[in-house]
């Protein structure tokens, strides 16, 4: 089984900067595409940013410009650099695998949809 551990949340003034950090954990072959999603209160969880393996990037209309997702391969881990904060980047931010294969004693198994468990990030204007 795979966990994935967020950090890097925190309160930050409008105009700020922040960085997040999510770590797949466990016995992993290969992960698929990389990605973050946010949630605000009252809102419906939205894709900010996603990465594939081969380093191809997406963003949301609303963070282009600002955010910049990353992932280092080898320690299973991607990141979301947050420039110029708005207060309406307010939200749980997610990080999400679409695809993990794995070690599960001697066998591969795959996971599809993998979540971690959020991360606050407020921004005060």
């Known amino acids: 089984q795979v966990q994935l551990v967020e950090s890097g949340g925190g309160l930050v003034q409008a105009g700020g900067s922040l960085r997040l950090s999510c770590v797949a954990s466990g016995s992993i072959f290969s992960i698929n595409a990389m990605g973050w999603y946010r949630q605000a209160p009252g809102k419906q969880r939205e894709l900010v940013a996603v990465?594939?393996?081969?380093?191809?990037?997406n963003y949301a209309v609303s963070v282009k410009g600002r955010f910049t997702i990353s992932r280092d391969n080898a320690k299973n881990t991607v990141y979301l650099q947050m420039n110029s904060l708005k207060p309406e980047d307010t939200a749980v931010y997610y990080c999400?695998?679409?695809?993990?294969?794995?070690?599960?004693?001697?066998?591969?198994?795959?996971?599809?949809?993998?979540w971690g468990q959020g991360t606050q990030v407020t921004v005060s204007s």
């Open positions: 990465i594939t393996s081969g380093g191809s990037t």
């Open positions: 999400h695998i679409d695809k993990v294969i794995y070690y599960s004693g001697s066998f591969l198994r795959t996971e599809y949809d993998s």
